[in-house]
């Protein structure tokens, strides 16, 4: 223990360092186990299957299309027809999108870029939370979408 | 000095506390946005999720309650150092995401929680300081 009155030592501190990595083991625990929006736990990233925009328009319908990006963004300009479903207000917009999606439909969700990673969580969530199948991620995303209105 | 450092401690203790809580609250989008970072295996994201709010949290805590609170500054800052890393790299490799810091509430572009970040760090380096060298008589109350 530290001295009354004076700094705790080096190893007091090192000790203590090492009581609190521990400590924090024991809610995270707990969390694992119980809390309803867990993190999934695995070895490899759950892959999802990658469309180049030409092949998205080429999919047979119905093809529903899911803006991922932030609201905001979406309120700004989007793919005609898209419904907008982000992680940050998913609860909230989730169910404009099952009114919008029938059984059978394929779904191409969108972000920004190649360089974002928003359609692949949502396409991952849309695939095993709600089961659905033939779920797909925009290859470029809206930016590929907007390089193709260019030409 | 020592309302200042009282202050600051309050301010840094504070920050942390809400940062871990915002996260506690959904660890599954916690792991998405340390997913989202690039840096980690897949299979080390989600453990990270659950464990690293919760140490915010009691470190947060410790440093405004007392005891622990020189280790607890010393976790925080190591944290604040990664945290600038990852963000850094994120921001210089292109990468269009959030930092996560703050949970579902982050929302500001990178460059802005880089910028927190390094002022977060000053706090805390600053805070190790006034706190005194291990042995040293403290120049405050602890």
Redesign the interface.
Known sequence: MARV??????T???R??A???V???V???V??WL?P?????????PAVTELALADALGLAPPVIWVDAR?DDEYGAGHVPGAVSLN??RWDALLPKFLEAWQPGMRVVVY???Q???ASR?VAVRLRHELQIDNVFVLQGGWNAWLEAQKK | MNWVARGLRLLAGGIFLVAGGLKVVDPAHFAADIDHFRLLPYFAVGPLALYLPWLEIICGLAVLAGPARRSALVVLFALTLIFIVAIASAWMRGLDIRCGCFGAASTAPLAYDLVFDLVLCVVLAWLLRVDGRPGSPPSHNV
């Open positions: 009155g004076m700094h705790p030592s080096g007091d501190v090192c203590k360092v009581l609190l990595l400590l924090a083991l809610p995270a625990l969390t694992a809390h929006k867990r993190p999934a736990l695995g070895w490899a990233r932030p992680e940050d972000c920004n870029s360089r974002c990673d969580e």
